[in-house]
């Protein structure tokens, strides 16, 4: 068996084109146990996921993990799926098919854009062969993720590397690390925020931005995941014109005994419901589509916390999702990684003629194709 994936048909002549990959965690096929055995396999065996002695993590994931968690979260999962599928990858679909059409009226040269995910379908793998097959010689990596961390937009990388490892003709790439202070995507969680409190009558008690938690380990060890959700959080209270008094940042999604990013959001909407505070709204600004975190941890089980201990109304701030603000962002910011590599002035009647002429001159020195 051949070490290497097979390379898609070439013939001279062929319009070469760049791809961008947007890059997302993944999600089960299916909201069942039977589907999130393997997923939660793949899933909880990245190293860039869990930081434990192998043996004693294997142990534990098999013997314990994967016996009683699928169906735990089957049931979860089954509350928050859609007609059209699992939210996560609808809302990305979305978003693949929006970039196209945006960057389309942007730039002239051919491009192509795939959707790949770290874990489940569509795999990395599967849409680097999409570009490939497409004439991509060079790909430009868009992980979805606003803040770094090496948990979810190195683990998304990875599994590009992973991909590539195995292919003859290596396209260029081009990796796309952050964007977490990014003027477009601070304008469009603005926007997101400013457009929830006209519907529901202006700024609440608080505004509550919760990113997903990390271990504290992760951030002594080099991680600035932790710096960067903070500067978020920064940029969009002064967008708002909020006081330091009128938010709070949490951390969500603690799993296991280990100290995690601080405060919890648990323990805050706890904390805020036991003051009587009349309403919270709740942003989750480090998610480009909402998924099961957003949608079940949040908006449902957040709800809970905080009004069964007291606390008013609460309002859970959907993710950015399709949003024209965010697909414009999402634009500028592929376009400014694709310096050089998209072109304004693309002729393409001239690139039609220059790739015959490619053509016939192979021909003429004896190629078939």
Same mark, same amino acid.
């Given at each position: 068996m051949a070490y290497y994936n097979p390379e898609p048909k070439y013939e001279h002549g062929n319009q070469l084109k760049v791809g961008i990959l947007l890059a997302n965690l993944g999600t089960p096929d299916a909201p069942t146990a039977r589907a999130l055995r393997p997923y939660l396999r793949q899933f909880l065996s990245d190293r860039r996921i869990v930081e434990i002695p192998r043996l004693v993590w294997w142990l534990i994931l098999n013997c314990i993990i994967l016996v009683v968690r699928p169906k735990k979260s089957a049931e979860k999962y089954a509350s928050i799926w859609t007609k059209e599928g699992s939210p996560l990858l609808v809302h990305a679909q979305k978003q693949a098919t929006l970039l196209r059409g945006f960057l389309?009226?942007?730039?002239?040269? *051919? $491009?192509?854009?795939?959707?790949? +995910?770290?874990?489940?379908? *569509?795999s990395m793998a599967s849409a680097i062969e999409k570009l490939k097959a497409q004439h991509c010689d060079r790909i430009l990596l868009f992980p979805l993720y606003p803040q770094y961390a090496a948990s979810s937009t190195a683990s998304a990388l990875d599994a590009a590397w992973r991909a590539l490892l195995k292919t003859r003709n290596m396209p260029a790439i081009r990796t796309i690390r952050h964007y977490h202070d990014h003027p477009a995507y601070i304008a469009a969680l603005e926007q997101s925020v400013r457009e929830h409190w006209r519907i529901n009558g202006g700024k609440p008690g608080k505004l509550v931005m919760s990113f997903h938690g990390v271990p504290k380990a992760h951030l002594l060890n080099g991680d600035p995941y932790h710096c960067e959700c903070h500067k978020t959080?920064?940029?969009?209270?002064?967008?708002?014109?909020?006081?330091?008094?009128?938010?709070?940042?949490? $951390?969500?999604?603690? $799993?296991?005994?280990?100290?995690?990013l601080k405060p919890y959001l648990a323990g805050t909407l706890e904390e805020l419901g036991t003051a009587k505070t009349e309403r919270i709204d709740v942003i989750c600004p480090g998610f480009s589509s909402d998924c099961l975190e957003t949608l079940e941890e949040i908006a449902i089980e957040g709800r809970h916390i905080f009004q069964g201990?007291?606390?008013?109304?609460?309002?859970?701030? *959907?993710?950015?999702?399709?949003?024209?603000?965010?697909?414009?962002? +999402?634009?500028a910011i592929a376009l400014e990684n694709l310096h050089g590599w998209a072109n304004t002035e693309w002729d393409g009647a001239q690139a039609r003629k220059d790739a015959e002429m490619t053509k016939l001159r192979a021909q003429s020195l004896g190629a078939s194709q």
């Open positions: 389309g009226q942007k730039i002239k040269s *051919p $491009f192509a854009v795939e959707l790949g +995910m770290s874990y489940g379908n *569509p959080a920064r940029l969009l209270a002064e967008a708002l014109e909020l006081k330091k008094d009128e938010y709070i940042v949490a $951390f969500q999604s603690r $799993f296991g005994k280990q100290e995690w201990n007291g606390g008013g109304a609460y309002h859970y701030i *959907p993710a950015l999702n399709e949003n024209d603000a965010w697909i414009h962002a +999402m634009t």
